[in-house]
Structures are given as structure tokens and as C-alpha cells.
């Protein structure tokens, strides 16, 4: 069996979406006042996404425009997240009950002053819903926008990959299989045995997943080369030109391969998040 080889009956559950942008959080070293200030939000609604206590917050609809914010922040995509957010939260649904006597002239069958009150107020509710769909982003412009386009539009709203052009420097692709002159990223499956073929100048990075867990890298410039949530059982390669600087959160469940040598990432881990240069 290879080394990149993770047995099939190592099992684990996939994050919930508060867990998720934690993850994110503490491997970008953002902290929850940071989130709080940046969303207009407070810190104990903060913690209550990430500790999935959607008891403490608005309705579903809310709930989804505060974790889109959430990702928009962290620069992840938030289509995983809000799915994890249906498939594992059941969500409070939000109750608007009338007062009993809220001190209205309510409308009589010939009453003009009552139809009028009537037809103000649905118009005020109508105003007032927009106003709130509009601040958190419920509605998805893009989405709609990119059905009038045409296919290439609605494929990008819909969070599909679109064609990345190549750059004039060596940068890595974060998206699957795709590749740049000098530098490559790729997603293949854990139970793959086969290593890619490095490029001429070239250091090779080989990414094992026992865990889900973020991976930020970035090279000898600066540039962010790779970033993105990895899930469990897959391998990334990242190839391009050292030092690197690397951010790897849930250490423990990651196996790192540099130039074919094992790299031990405990002296480097900090709260399950791995901080380390690679010459």
C-alpha cells in the first residue's frame, strides 16, 4: 500500500459549517473581535455561528446571509459551507405574530380608510423585507444576472471553475488538475499511488489528508499560490520556486512531503495550526 494510501475504513465525519469557518479563521490568524468589527456583528454572534448555536440568532434566511458574509470575509467559497449548513443544522424558522392589540383601525368591508391603512402597511412590509434581503445578501444577483448572460455567466454564478488564463510568473492553481507554466496544483485521490513528475527548477510539495483541513502557501514573492479547504482522504501537489511560507490548519491530520522527504509538522504546530518556511 503507498504511503498517500488512507485505509477506507478511517471515517470521519464532515465539519459543520461553524467549524468550517473557524477553521478558516484561526488559519488566516483572524481573530473573533476582528470578524465581529469587519461584519458589523458582535463577538457573541460570532461564536455563536461557530458553535453552530443558531438558537441565538435570527431566522434561517438570516442565518444564511451571515454565513455568506462569514466566507466573503474569510475569502473561501461559501457554497460547501451553506451546504453543510442544510445537510447538518436544523435552523429556527423565524415567527412574525401580530400583536393583539397593536392600537390600528383595522379595514371594514366599506371602510376606504381601512383598505388604504391596509395597502400602506403590506407596502411598508414590502420595503422592509427588500431592505433586509439586500443588506445580507440573501438573494444571489449573480446567479440571476448570469442566467440573462448566457451559459459562461451562469456557470461562474453557480460556483462552477471557470478557465484560469495562464501568467507571465510561476504561480500555483488552486483550482483541480489545472496548471501554469512553473508551477502546478492538483487534486487527486488519496488511493492514487502515482506521484506527478516535477517541472525543471521546480520543489515539489505533496499535501495527504486524513482530516479535512485549510492549506495556505505562498512562494519565494509573496503571492498566495494555493488556499483553499481540503477534504479528507485527497492529496494536493503545489509545485513552484522557495522559501515557501505555510499555513496548515488541522496539522495533526496532514502528512507533508517535500522534494520526496517527509516533513514533521508537530515543532511547527500551534492549537492545530502549523506555521512553517520551506527553503
Sequence with gaps: MSELETPASEAQAVPGPGAMLRMAREARGTTIPEVAAALKMSPRQIEAIEGEDFSRLSGA?????FIRNYAKLLKIDAAPVLAALED???????ELNAPADAGVRMPTANGRHGRG??????LALIMLGIALVLYFDVIDLGAILGHQAGPAASRQA????SIVQPLPQPVAAVLPSASVEGV??????????EKPASKP???QMIFSFDGNSWVEVKDVAGRTVFSQMNAKGTTQVVEGHPPFQLVVGNASHVRLHYNEQLVDLRPHTRVEVARLTLE
Design 61 to 65: 434566511t438570516f442565518i444564511r446571509g
Design 88 to 94: 447538518q443544522t436544523a435552523l429556527p424558522q423565524a
Design 117 to 122: 391603512l391596509l395597502g400602506a402597511t403590506v
Design 158 to 161: 453557480a460556483g462552477q471553475p
Design 184 to 193: 502546478t496544483a492538483a487534486a487527486t485521490p488519496a488511493e492514487s499511488s
Design 201 to 203: 527548477g521546480a520543489h
